[in-house]
Structures are given as structure tokens and as C-alpha cells.
Antibody
């Protein structure tokens, strides 16, 4: 399984950014996926989870980002997205995409991460 | 919101056993995973569902979870085990990471 994030970069406070996560080596339309971030020198923070269509395509969010961040997926392109709006300096972090073991919260494959820097 | 607490650091001598704890309210009612992260690298799963090892993870890594405490044990600790370790608890609706523990082998 290969997970590759992209779309990171420098953005001004209040701006928006969309991250992409391309997955190969598994049947993406059946995959459960998450976004996790890590601020510089800090720990891991779970952002949200996307379940597959047979589980209603449910998306769960962590409270700190609910309403500002939106997770979506394109099963035809084997890609997961993270739309981030109203960005704040404290959103500066490496953003990881992970695959979950089916039906669980276990991240069994991680990407290399993409750095998002929110600064004026 | 649900929180998991880990000691900031643990020191261990080579060949000894390192024990890393993770505290959370009624943690034993959830599944706990453990991830190892070395500097500049992505996290790697070392224990899942409390005490199961993924393929390729050495047998010296083991886990337990009961009551309010989950524990990751590394027996016969090696210098290459020096890293940050994060516990993670999950259930049907949420996933939470612990604060992380830096393991130093010296």
C-alpha cells in the first residue's frame, strides 16, 4: 500500500488550502481513511475519518476542526481530500493521510506527510 | 473531550525492559494502538487492538490494556528502539492520540 499526500505550502492566515492523498495497492472504494497532523515539535492530532460507501460514507471530525475542515473522497480517482478553510497560525503542521484497518481506528499505512505553513 | 496521558520521557538501559504507560478514563473499554516515530519519519504501527503485533514488528514489543491504563512494553530494548511512542484509543465514533513519550536508550 502506498500513500502520497500533496498540496501543502505557505498560506496566509484566513486563507484556504486543499490537500490531496493518493492511495494505491488497495481497493480504495472499500478503504477507511484518516487525516492526522503534527505541529512542529508537538504530538500527533487526529483530524477526521472517512468510512467507505457501504458504511454510509460517514465522516467523523475532531472537535477542534469541525466546521473549518472538510474531508471528502473520490473513489474513481483513489484519492482522499482535506479542505481547510479559515486557516490559523496554529494550523501549521505536517499533515498525514493514513489508511485504516477496515472497521477500526488503527492506522496501518501512513504517507510521508505534507507541510502546511500558515503565516503572514 | 477524551484525553490520554503519557509520561513525557522514559529512559532505559540497553537490554532492559521499557514500559510506557497511557492513562485514560475507562480506557480498557476501548481499543489501544501504539505508534513509533523516529525523527524526520512518519509514525509506524507497532501494536494494535491492545496487544496484537503487525507483521514485521519484533516480538520484543508487547501491549496490554485494562482498567484505565494501557502499557507498551519493549523487552531487551535496543538502541534502534529510541524514538517517540504514541498511544491511540479508538471506538466507533472517535480516535484520540496520547501526548507521546520519548524513549531514550542509554
Amino acid at each position: 500500500v502506498h500513500v502520497v499526500e500533496s498540496g501543502g505550502g505557505l498560506v496566509r492566515p484566513g486563507g484556504s488550502l486543499r490537500l490531496s492523498c493518493a492511495v494505491s495497492g488497495l481497493t480504495f472504494r472499500h478503504a477507511w481513511m484518516t487525516w492526522v497532523r503534527q505541529a512542529p515539535g508537538k504530538g500527533l492530532e487526529w483530524l477526521g475519518r472517512s468510512k467507505d460507501r457501504s458504511n454510509g460514507g460517514t465522516i467523523d471530525y475532531a472537535a477542534p476542526v469541525k466546521g473549518r475542515f472538510t474531508i471528502s473522497r473520490d473513489d474513481e480517482k483513489d484519492t482522499l481530500y482535506l479542505q481547510m478553510n479559515s486557516l490559523k497560525t496554529e494550523d501549521t503542521a505536517v499533515y498525514y493521510c493514513t489508511t485504516l484497518a477496515y472497521g477500526s481506528g488503527t492506522s496501518n499505512n501512513w504517507g510521508q506527510g505534507t507541510l502546511v505553513t500558515v503565516s503572514s | 473531550s477524551y484525553e490520554l496521558t503519557q509520561p513525557p520521557s522514559v529512559s532505559v538501559s540497553p537490554g532492559q525492559t521499557a514500559s510506557i504507560t497511557c492513562y485514560g478514563d475507562v480506557l480498557g473499554d476501548k481499543y489501544v494502538d501504539w505508534y513509533q516515530q523516529k525523527p524526520g519519519q512518519s509514525p509506524v504501527l507497532v501494536i494494535f487492538e491492545d496487544n496484537r503485533r503487525p507483521p514485521g514488528i519484533p516480538e520484543r514489543f508487547s501491549g496490554s490494556n485494562s482498567g484505565s491504563t494501557a502499557t507498551l512494553s519493549i523487552s531487551g530494548t535496543q538502541v534502534l528502539d529510541e524514538a517517540d511512542y504514541y498511544c491511540q484509543a479508538w471506538d466507533s465514533s472517535t480516535i484520540v492520540f496520547g501526548s507521546g513519550t520519548r524513549v531514550t536508550v542509554l
